[in-house]
């Protein structure tokens, strides 16, 4: 079941584990088959150096495991919160990446001070808020998700691939699995430049909005101009 979509996902945790955004078991990258309302996950707490495409959990929306003889990652609820909110994406990635959770820890988002930011990213990065004692007694994973989305109330997860959970770490989608890793190193590494660069000048102020649009419409927009995909056209 699902071969295809199970071998992007063990490409793209393989991918995860060789960027160095993980160490240990902690990470995991998911896709959604959105025609038959099916996600594949890592399983939990499985070596990466031992990751098999046949170790791949499948679960339907309400979390129940539809295909695999492990347990699926202990994250799998937050996935499909978002995934069920975020009708767009079809990949979601989750890591414990150094900077980025240095910003999580800190509950502070990571504002855009260079295009290297804005390529990816639409503006601040955003923090949740913490999970509330009950949030985090009851349905804690579930609940990670639903904090992830309120947030979102008023950003377009399409412009806005990624978001630090406040006091936790960071979790970044795209259009399928490999994208959403590919927002996760590129988060990581605008962490870390955001990071250097309050060092260099802590009194710097944000990328003026019009470079911000600008950077990521040229790449993102409906008249998107990078790369060769719309060329001869």
């Known amino acids: 079941m699902l071969e295809q979509l199970k071998q992007q996902v063990l490409e793209a945790n393989l991918e995860l584990f060789k960027s160095g955004l993980i160490i240990q078991s902690f990470g995991n990258v998911s896709g959604i088959d959105r025609s038959n309302g ?5 399983p939990s707490g499985v070596d990466y150096n031992k990751l098999k495409i046949d170790d791949m959990v499948v679960v339907d929306l309400q979390g129940n495991i539809v295909e695999g003889d492990k347990r699926p990652s202990s994250d799998t ?5 978002l995934y069920k909110a975020f009708s ?7 890591t414990h990446s150094l900077y980025a959770t240095m910003f999580a820890q800190a509950c502070r988002q990571i504002q855009c001070f260079g295009t290297t930011h804005a390529d990816t990213f639409n503006g601040p990065v955003p923090i949740t808020r913490y999970l509330r004692r ?15 989305i309120e947030r979102f109330k008023t950003l ?9 959970v406040a006091g ?3 979790f970044t989608w795209g259009k399928d699995p490999i994208e959403s890793v590919k927002n996760a190193q590129t988060l990581e ?3 870390q430049l955001a990071f250097g660069t309050l060092i260099i000048n802590p009194q710097l102020k944000i990328l003026p909005k019009y470079i911000i649009k600008k950077h990521f419409q040229r790449k993102h927009g409906p008249d998107a101009y990078y790369g060769q995909q719309n060329f001869n056209k």
């Open 134 to 148: 009950e949030e985090v007694e009851v349905d804690y994973e579930k609940n990670t998700g639903k904090v992830i």
């Open 77 to 81: 609820p937050t996935h499909i919160e």
């Open 168 to 170: 936790h770490a960071p």
């Open 88 to 94: 767009g994406i079809g990949g979601i990635t989750h």
């Open 189 to 191: 590494y605008v962490a």
């Open 38 to 42: 099916l996600i594949v996950i890592k």
């Open 156 to 164: 377009n997860p399409l412009e806005m691939p990624a978001v630090l």
